[in-house]
Each structure stands twice: as structure tokens, then as C-alpha cells.
């Protein structure tokens, strides 16, 4: 009988090591994404999470040049997906991310949207600047990565200063992309993959051309208290598998 106990304690022992390495091998990381990422994201985030159960994934979604904001005041983030390369400069700058972490993972376009059931025609542009549009939904360039690549593409084509008094700005694409939809703007301006969502309500008048080519980049907080894991689940979103999520989005493979 004391043997039979003694065994048992040792069992007992024997269990609870294994519980509190399970305990500390778990991690949580928390990951901050441009809003355009949400969909993928949250799917990246389920597959990463099945391959890896000990690990959870806490998704933040919003402006890039917000989410930056976040992290410069300190919030607790392991991982940053930023829309645009400015955004992410500002961070290495700030040391907030190395370089040597840092890493270009998809490749997205501009588009300028209207609402499915539009009466007006627009083709370009140019025709943005017909009396009948009088809201455009934009994000703001200020911070966010969609509205300065549309703004700089309506610079360059001389047509800022024209249309600039009926730009509605907005927290970020997403946001642009409800007013188009819900047809409280006559146009607007989001990525590829954000009006691939919509495509019952939304059109895609024309393919924004941009200067440079809008990569994606993505890090890793250099202040992360979850280095390993974070540095695991970039190189998840970078593999074949976490490629061939954002593809379904619509997002290309960065080259």
C-alpha cells in the first residue's frame, strides 16, 4: 500500500512538471496589422495556432501610422504588419524594429472603387472631378498608407488641389471601403484586396498607378517579451502555407 502511494506521488509530481513546462512554453503573441489585413490575418492566425497549440495569437487591426502610434506608447506588441514601407521606416528610426527583423511578405494594389448601383460614370481619375461626386472616402493620409498613395496619385496627375474639398477622411481602408459601399461616398480609394470583399457592392472603376510598389512589411518589436515566437510566427506568415492564405485575399507574393 505505501508502495502503491509512494508511486502515486511520484505520478502526481511527475504530471505537474509536465504542466508547468507546458504553462511556460505557451506564449501569447500579440500582432498589430494593417486593416487591410484583417481577413488573412485572422485565418494566418488559426492555421499558426493548429500548428502550434501552445501558442495564441491576439490580433490588433487599424491604421498602419495609428497601430505605430500604439507601439511608440508602449503597447505590448510582438509583431508589426505595416501597409507601406514609410510606416515602417518611422519604426526603425525609432528603433522600435531592426532591420536585420524585418522583412518584405506580400505585394497589393490601389484601386478607386464606386458604389455597384452608381448611376455616374467614372473611368479615371480625371472624373472625379464631375459635379456629381461630391464625397470621396479616402483614408487619412496622415496615417494611413492607402490615403497617401491615392493622394500622391492624384497629386501627380495635377488633381489634388480640385477634388481635395470633397475627400472625406477615415480611420482607415476598411472604413473607406463601408462608405463606398454603403453609398455614402460616390467614390473612393482602397487596396485590391479590400474590394475583392465587396464585389456584390462595390466596382472597381481602374487600378491606381503608384510610384513604387506597395509592399507589405512586416517585424518584429525589438521590446517583444516573446522574441522566439514572434520571429516563428513571421516565418509562418512567410511560408508556403501562410503565402497561400493571403493569396486567397488576393495579396501577391512580395518579390
Known amino acids: 500500500m505505501r508502495l502503491q502511494l509512494a508511486c502515486f506521488k511520484k505520478l502526481i509530481i511527475i504530471l505537474v512538471f509536465f504542466a ?64 507601406d514601407q ?26 478607386l472603387i464606386t458604389p455597384k448601383k452608381t448611376t455616374l460614370k467614372v473611368s479615371s481619375l480625371k472624373d472625379l472631378q464631375q459635379p456629381g461626386i461630391k464625397h470621396i472616402a479616402i483614408g487619412n493620409p496622415a496615417y494611413t498608407p492607402a490615403g497617401r498613395y491615392a493622394k500622391a496619385a492624384m497629386q501627380q496627375n495635377q488633381l489634388w488641389t480640385k ?29 485590391a484586396t479590400d474590394a475583392a470583399l465587396m464585389p456584390d457592392k462595390v466596382t472597381v472603376v481602374t487600378t491606381v498607378a503608384t510610384s513604387q510598389p506597395i509592399r507589405y512589411p512586416i517585424a518584429r518589436i525589438a521590446t517583444s517579451k516573446h522574441p ?28
Open 163 to 191: 477634388v481635395q474639398a470633397k475627400m472625406v477622411n477615415v480611420n482607415n481602408v476598411r472604413q473607406a471601403l463601408d462608405y463606398v459601399a454603403n453609398a455614402a461616398a460616390e467614390a473612393g480609394f482602397v487596396f
Open 228 to 255: 522566439t515566437e514572434a520571429a516563428k510566427f513571421i516565418a509562418f506568415v512567410r511560408s508556403a502555407k501562410g503565402q497561400k492564405i493571403l493569396q486567397k485575399y488576393g495579396f501577391q507574393t512580395a518579390h
Open 86 to 111: 514609410e510606416t515602417m521606416n518611422q519604426a526603425q528610426v525609432k528603433k522600435l524594429v531592426l532591420a536585420q527583423d524585418r522583412f518584405d511578405f506580400v505585394n497589393n494594389t490601389l484601386v
Open 20 to 83: 508547468c513546462v507546458s504553462t511556460a512554453a505557451a506564449a501569447q503573441i500579440t500582432v498589430s496589422a494593417a486593416a487591410s489585413l484583417t481577413n488573412a490575418f485572422n485565418d494566418l492566425a488559426k492555421a499558426y495556432q493548429q500548428q502550434y497549440p501552445h501558442d495564441q495569437v491576439l490580433l490588433n487591426f487599424g491604421a498602419s501610422g495609428s497601430l505605430l502610434q500604439q507601439i511608440q506608447n508602449g503597447a505590448p506588441v510582438d509583431v508589426f504588419a505595416s501597409a
